[in-house]
C-alpha cells in the first residue's frame, strides 16, 4: 500500500470519530453526493419508462413504420395497393425488422338508438400481430382473422364503448360512403352510402385516448368489399422493428426499396406531437442531472477546504518531511474518492430502493386523462445507472483538482506553527 492511500485512509477513519468543525460539513457533503445521484436516478428511470410507455402505446396499434401509396389525397384513408409485392422478401430477410403485416382504414359512423359518432375502421389479416390488443383487453376476446371467411365482430375502444354505452356482445350499425367508378362513364365517380351490422366480440384500453378514442378493429376483408377493392388489394403495410433507434434509418432504406408509387412513413412522422413532447423530456432529464451533478460538486468543493483548512499543520509536516505538492495533493483526491464513493453508495442504495417500490406498488399515480399512464412508470436501465455514477464520480474529482491547489501556497514553516 501506498502512503497515499495509508494517510487517507487514516484521515478518513478519523473524519468518522472526531469531533472537528469539519464533520457536520463533510456529513452534508455526503448527503448532498446521496441526495443528488438519488434524484439522478429516479428522473432517468421516470423519464425513459414514461418515454418507453407512450412509444408502446403509440406503436401499439400502429406499428414502427408504415407502407402506403403516394398520394396527395389528404384522408386517412389510404388507397388500395396489391399485397404481392417483390420488396416483401428484401424484407424479410432484414435483421432489424420483426414483422410483415397488412391493414387498410375506412372512416364512418357509428348509429345506436341514440347517438351517432365517428369510428376509423381498421382492416386487419390473419397476418396481423394481436398481442398489443390481447394485452390491453378489458373485456369480451379478440376475435380471430380466418382466411377462408369473413368475420363480423369487432374490437372497439373503450372510451367509445362508454360515450355510447356499448357492450360487449351488442350489435352496432356502421355506416360508410364509398367512392366507385360510375356506370356511364368509367372516367367519373359516384359516391353511395354503404352499411355493416357487426358485433362487439371485446373492448381494449390502451389509455391512450387521442389514438385509440375513434380506433376500431375489424377483419379487412369488410372493407375490401365495402370499397369494392378484390381480395389482393390493401391498404398498405405495417412494419415492426427489432430497434427502435433505428427507426429513421430504416425508414429512408425502405423508402429506397419499394420505389417511386409507395411511400413509408415512420411512426415519428405520423404523429409528430406526441415524439416532439417525448424528446422535450430527454431535456428536463438533463436539466435536472447537471443541477444534481453542479450541487454535489459545489458541496464537496465546500467540504474538501474546509478538511485542508482544519489539516493545514498535518500538511506542513508532510511537506517538511519531503513530501510533494503532488503527494499531498494525491492524499487529499483519494480522500475526497472515498467520500464520494460513500455518497454515491447511500444514493443508490435510495434510489433503487425508491424505484423498486414504485414498480412494485405504484404508489404515485398521474391522472390518465393527461398523462395516459394511471402510475408514474418505472424503466431500470443498468447502463444508465452505471453511466450516472461513473460521471458523477469523474466530474466530482474534477472539481476537487481546484480546491487542492491551494496545497501549493501552504508553506511548511507557517503551517507546523499553525494554531
Not at 424479410?92 to 391493414?103: E, P, R
Not at 444534481?292 to 460538486?297: G, N
Request: proline share 2%.
Amino acid at each position: 500500500m501506498n502512503f497515499h492511500n495509508f494517510i487517507s485512509k487514516r484521515l478518513f477513519r478519523d473524519q468518522k470519530k472526531s469531533r472537528n468543525i469539519s464533520r457536520p460539513i463533510v456529513k452534508i457533503a455526503i448527503g448532498g453526493i446521496a441526495l443528488g445521484i438519488a434524484v439522478m436516478i429516479l428522473s432517468l428511470s421516470i423519464v425513459t419508462g414514461f418515454q418507453n410507455e407512450i412509444k408502446n402505446k403509440v406503436i401499439g396499434v400502429g406499428s414502427h413504420v408504415n407502407i402506403i401509396k403516394l398520394d396527395n389525397n389528404v384522408s386517412l384513408e389510404p388507397q388500395p395497393i396489391s399485397k404481392n409485392q417483390i420488396f416483401l422478401t428484401e424484407l424479410k430477410n432484414n435483421s432489424n425488422i420483426k414483422h410483415t403485416q397488412v391493414f387498410a382504414i375506412k372512416n364512418g359512423i357509428v348509429k345506436t338508438k341514440t347517438e351517432n359518432e365517428g369510428i376509423i375502421l381498421k382492416g386487419i389479416d390473419a397476418d396481423y400481430d394481436l398481442s398489443y390488443l390481447k394485452k390491453n383487453l378489458v373485456d369480451g376476446n379478440v376475435f380471430n382473422v380466418n382466411a377462408d371467411s369473413s368475420s363480423n365482430s369487432i374490437l372497439i375502444s373503450k372510451h367509445l364503448s362508454d360515450k355510447l354505452g356499448l357492450k360487449t356482445g351488442e350489435k352496432i350499425l356502421v355506416y360508410f360512403v364509398t367512392k366507385k367508378k360510375s356506370i356511364t362513364d368509367e372516367e367519373s365517380f359516384e359516391y353511395e352510402q354503404r352499411v355493416r351490422n357487426f358485433k362487439i366480440s371485446g373492448i381494449y384500453d390502451t389509455g391512450f385516448e387521442d389514438i385509440d378514442a375513434q380506433l376500431a378493429f375489424v377483419d379487412i376483408k369488410h372493407i375490401q368489399k365495402i370499397n369494392y377493392w378484390n381480395t389482393n388489394e390493401v391498404g398498405g403495410f405495417e412494419i415492426q422493428l427489432n430497434d427502435f433507434n433505428k427507426i429513421d434509418s430504416e425508414t429512408e432504406n425502405i423508402n429506397e426499396l419499394i420505389g417511386y408509387e409507395l411511400t413509408a412513413q415512420s411512426i415519428k412522422q405520423t404523429y409528430p406531437g406526441v415524439f416532439g413532447w417525448l424528446e422535450l423530456m430527454d431535456s428536463n432529464a438533463i436539466i435536472i442531472i447537471s443541477l444534481m451533478l453542479i450541487v454535489a460538486s459545489i458541496n464537496m468543493i465546500s467540504a474538501l477546504l474546509i478538511l485542508m483548512l482544519e489539516k493545514t499543520s498535518s500538511i506542513g509536516l508532510l511537506k517538511a518531511l519531503g513530501a510533494a505538492n503532488q503527494d499531498v495533493r494525491k492524499i487529499f483526491l483519494n480522500l475526497s474518492f472515498k467520500l464520494i464513493t460513500k455518497g454515491l453508495i447511500i444514493g443508490n442504495i435510495i434510489g433503487l430502493a425508491l424505484s423498486i417500490a414504485q414498480l412494485k406498488f405504484k404508489f404515485f399515480t398521474l391522472e390518465k386523462e393527461t398523462y395516459y399512464l394511471e402510475f408514474v412508470p418505472i424503466n431500470f436501465n443498468l447502463f444508465h445507472i452505471l453511466l450516472l455514477n461513473v460521471g458523477t464520480i469523474t466530474l466530482c474529482m474534477l472539481f476537487m483538482l481546484l480546491p487542492t491547489l491551494v496545497i501549493n501556497k501552504i508553506s511548511p514553516i507557517k503551517a507546523i506553527r499553525f494554531n
